[in-house]
């Protein structure tokens, strides 16, 4: 059965309540067996250590229903990894990668009928999170941990579709410290990014691209997403230490490279706009968001990139072939997908 009022082509980035979500906890030193739930609540008790010291890391990946009819989960595998870096990175019980699969598997199966069917471009979100659920008043690390993964019938992120967005650049925010939390994906980060956020959605962008922290030099990453360039027949795609690592930017590296690109992973300046041919934000989400402008909110500098309007040739073919990929259109070459068994 399928859900009766949902309008797949006409999905937004948003939650849709879905049948289960499953759930495991950690206690007296081990992970018990994967639950299923119906409830969209959790019990917590008042001074967990999520709740007061944010103890709290999460994961989102996608599923599709592809050309075939057959469901395909988008490397897990990276998402269980990085999953255990957050947790290791804020001193939580990591999860074992082949249980953080088998949660995937099973949330996805029990909510077969809300993955948006081949052809209307939406997909099924994946949102693990962990917490820390142990009472705590004193600052240390809980002792009891709960995984949740839930998923909802997305669209694309982006309201107005694989079309370049506006973005500003200001050194007066800063989304994490430089030896911080950036690289790990921690319910903190996005917290202190939202001042950041809300100022730039005020001024008409779509989203503030972030300065390196240290040095207020380089290009780091832009809001929720790293950020990639084009130029001679080159994706540069910037090497810093405070972005988090997204599973959509090592992907377009590799197509990129197969479509005949050379790949730079390096630092690089504002400076350079000047000589950038096509830029854009990459995620799960969005896969790429092109970015026809960018504007220096300190300097009053605005670039601009490719033609008004328009996506540039390079993005819209790596875009183009990670979605064919992802739903199955083109062979999966890569050994990315898992075909489920549904
Ligand atoms: N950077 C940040 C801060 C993010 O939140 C995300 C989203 O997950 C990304 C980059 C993109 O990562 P991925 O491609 O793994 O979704
Ligand atoms: C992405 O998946 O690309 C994101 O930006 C994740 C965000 C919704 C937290």
């Given at each position: 059965m399928t859900p009766a009022n949902l309008d797949w082509a006409n999905l937004t980035f948003s939650y849709t309540k879905t049948d289960y979500n499953v759930r495991c906890t950690y206690k007296n030193g081990e992970w018990g067996p994967i639950e299923v739930s119906d409830s969209e609540y959790i019990p917590l008790h008042i001074a967990a250590s999520c709740l007061h010291y944010g103890q709290e890391s999460f994961e989102g990946l996608k599923a599709f229903r592809g050309k075939d009819g057959k469901v395909r989960i988008f490397r897990m595998e990276e998402n269980a990894k990085r999953f255990i870096r957050s947790a290791e990175g804020i001193s939580m019980q990591p999860m074992p990668v082949e249980l953080f699969c088998e949660m995937v598997r099973k949330v996805v199966k029990l909510n077969e009928r809300f993955i948006p069917p081949y052809g209307t471009g939406a997909s099924l979100y994946i949102r693990p999170l962990e917490i820390g659920v142990t009472p705590l008043v004193g600052v240390s690390p809980a002792t009891e941990y709960i995984v949740i993964m839930l998923v909802t019938p997305v669209g694309?992120?982006?309201?107005?579709?694989f079309k370049p967005i506006k973005v500003c650049m200001s050194?007066?925010?800063?989304?994490?410290?430089?030896?911080?939390?950036?690289s790990i994906k921690i319910g903190g980060n996005y917290a202190a990014s939202l001042n950041a956020g809300q100022m730039a959605h005020s001024k008409g962008y779509g989203n503030m691209l972030y300065?390196?922290?240290?040095?207020?030099?380089y290009i780091d990453e832009c809001g929720a997403a790293n950020f990639f360039a084009i130029k001679d027949n080159t994706y540069i795609t910037p090497g810093s230490e405070t972005v988090l690592p997204s599973i959509t930017n090592m992907s377009l590296e590799v197509l990129a490279e197969d479509l005949g690109m050379k790949v730079e992973r390096r630092l690089f300046k504002v400076d350079e706009f000047n000589d950038f041919e096509e830029c854009s934000a990459c995620g799960t989400a969005a896969v790429c968001s092109p970015i026809g402008q960018i504007d220096d909110l300190d300097t009053g500098e605005s670039y601009k990139f490719g033609k008004e309007g328009e996506a540039g040739p390079m993005t819209t073919a790596l875009y183009n072939k990670l979605r064919a990929i992802q739903y199955g259109e083109e062979e999966d070459i890569h050994n990315w997908c898992e075909v489920l068994d549904i």
């Open positions: 694309p992120y982006f309201k107005n579709g050194r007066e925010y800063d989304r994490v410290a430089p030896k911080g939390t950036g300065f390196d922290p240290k040095d207020k030099t």
